[in-house]
């Protein structure tokens, strides 16, 4: 690889040692001014986000008249210049590992490349003092951490008609989802006990003695769940299940249930099954959408609520499903399918009997109309290669219906941005549909485009000349 590397004319670090030399000092004041008010310890540490014992410290020494500067200290002065640290940082998250096919290089591989070429920063430099600069930067683009995109055009209207579900339940509510592929899994080596000052140690090896999976509804209301342990979770083992539950219940009791988007949860199956059970006829329908706007009609005794999609979250039953991984699951070993269902069902029973209670869902989701909006500028911000027209027609129907009906939630900073961001990424979001090779998508892309520009710049005429 060669050494002359595109570097930036200027490279700025967001936490340099002046930075961390003046925030520390300031830290040092607030302790000192809030332990002056007489705040509590507890307080002090929320507030300037610091340990305890630090804080006592400072009080002492602020009682004791000493200044709130760190005094000279004895130590080697450090190794690289700042721009030889910054430097390190360009090379490691923005050159290309030297060897084909991979994305990112370790700190070892970092450690070996200065080696080869000392002449970038003066000299070698080893992975500890790599990982060391880099956890100094503010910016940190070699660290990854998943993060849900909203996607739904129609999230806000659908998660605000879930959370009133949860905070004014119907009599019969219930929280319904799949938890598929469980593994009935035996370690290799037996567990050796706990002993002093030592956890349990479990063997890192398994091997699979098969699957099942898990259909279960949580009653919010009491906690109480009813499940079942099964081959597959089709559209006839669906169907199964729910016939078995609703036909516990009275005949003429309203059911409603909270559920996501599976294909088989809108099948023409699952409708004739809960319109033979409400008494009323189904005529069938030739698409998913309409088949989930048949089953969410309350014009029968049992309802069907949709989550939005991609918003797992919304359904309560994940949270059980956490409860049963981690007390039922985890630590067990099975040494057969049946083993692993008995486990299952005498968990639920022993739920049921001895920790059930109500779940009240308290979360309203206010945070997140402006975080969907800040989101979208910072993709049209960095104009990303891996956007496509199918994202981008849901991100922009959904920037749509926030204009439409939830404008009063974004604050007026956030929505001028996107304004200026919309008109200014013209030619990108152009070329995004225009590469879309599917002519139905293409339709799809150009129309939630205009209606963007209508519904979002109306005022704004460069955005609808731009589309």
Not at 135 to 151: F, S, W
Not at 331 to 341: A, E, N, V
Not at 360 to 388: E, H, N
Not at 412 to 433: E, H
Request: include cysteine; hydrophobic fraction near 35%; glycine fraction near 4%.
């Amino acid at each position: 690889m060669s050494s002359n590397l595109p570097w930036p004319e200027q490279i700025t670090t967001g936490f340099d040692s002046r930075m961390l030399l003046r925030t520390r000092v300031e830290q040092r004041a607030a302790i000192a001014a809030l332990s002056k008010g007489s705040f509590k310890l507890g307080v002090i540490c929320s507030f300037t986000r610091t340990h305890s014992s630090t804080v006592r410290r400072w009080i002492c020494r602020i009682e004791e008249g000493e200044t709130l500067i760190d005094l000279p200290r004895y130590g080697r002065p450090r190794k690289f210049s700042e721009g030889a640290r910054l430097r390190t940082i360009a090379v490691y998250c923005q050159q290309a590992p030297p060897l084909p096919g991979l994305h990112l290089w370790s700190l070892r591989d970092a450690e070996r490349f200065f080696q080869e070429h000392t002449d970038l920063i003066g000299g070698t430099i080893s992975h500890a003092t790599i990982q060391r600069i880099l956890m100094e930067h503010a910016l940190r683009p070699h660290r990854h951490k998943y993060y849900l995109q909203i996607t739904d055009p129609d999230f806000f209207p659908k998660m605000e008609h879930i959370i009133g579900c949860y905070h004014n339940p119907p009599e019969n509510l219930y929280c319904f989802d799949e938890c598929t592929c469980i593994q009935a899994l035996k370690r290799l080596a037996p567990n050796l006990p706990a002993g002093s000052n030592q956890p349990v140690l479990e063997d890192f090896e398994y091997e699979r003695n098969g699957t099942c999976d898990l259909l279960a509804l949580l009653n919010p209301a009491t906690g109480t769940v009813y499940g079942r342990c099964t081959h597959n979770h089709d559209r006839i083992t669906l169907c199964e299940f729910f016939r078995t539950h609703i036909q516990s219940h009275s005949s003429d009791a309203n059911l409603h249930y909270i559920m996501d988007n599976l294909v088989t949860h809108c099948s023409d199956d699952f409708c004739q099954t809960i319109a033979e059970l409400s008494g009323v006829v189904y005529t069938p329908l030739a698409t998913a959408n309409e088949r989930r706007q048949w089953l969410q009609s309350e014009d029968k005794r049992i309802v069907v609520h949709f989550i939005p999609f991609h918003a797992s979250w919304l359904n309560m039953v994940e949270i059980w499903f956490g409860i049963l991984k981690s007390k039922c699951l985890k630590y067990d070993q099975f040494l057969s399918i049946d083993q692993l269902r008995s486990a299952i069902s005498g968990f639920i029973e022993t739920w049921n009997q001895f920790f059930a209670h109500p779940f009240k869902w308290s979360y309203t989701g206010g945070d997140l109309y402006p975080k969907a909006v800040r989101r979208f500028c910072r993709l049209l911000s960095i104009q990303t290669s891996q956007m496509d027209s199918k994202f981008l027609t849901g991100q922009l129907l959904l920037m749509s219906n926030i204009a439409d009906n939830y404008l009063k939630a974004i604050p007026a900073v956030d929505w001028l941005q996107l304004l200026d961001l919309a008109s200014q990424s013209a030619k990108y979001i152009n070329n995004i549909i225009e590469k879309e090779t599917g002519p139905n998508r293409r339709k799809k892309a150009h129309e939630a485009y205009a209606r963007f520009a209508k519904t979002i710049a109306a005022n704004d005429p460069r955005l609808a000349r731009a589309a």
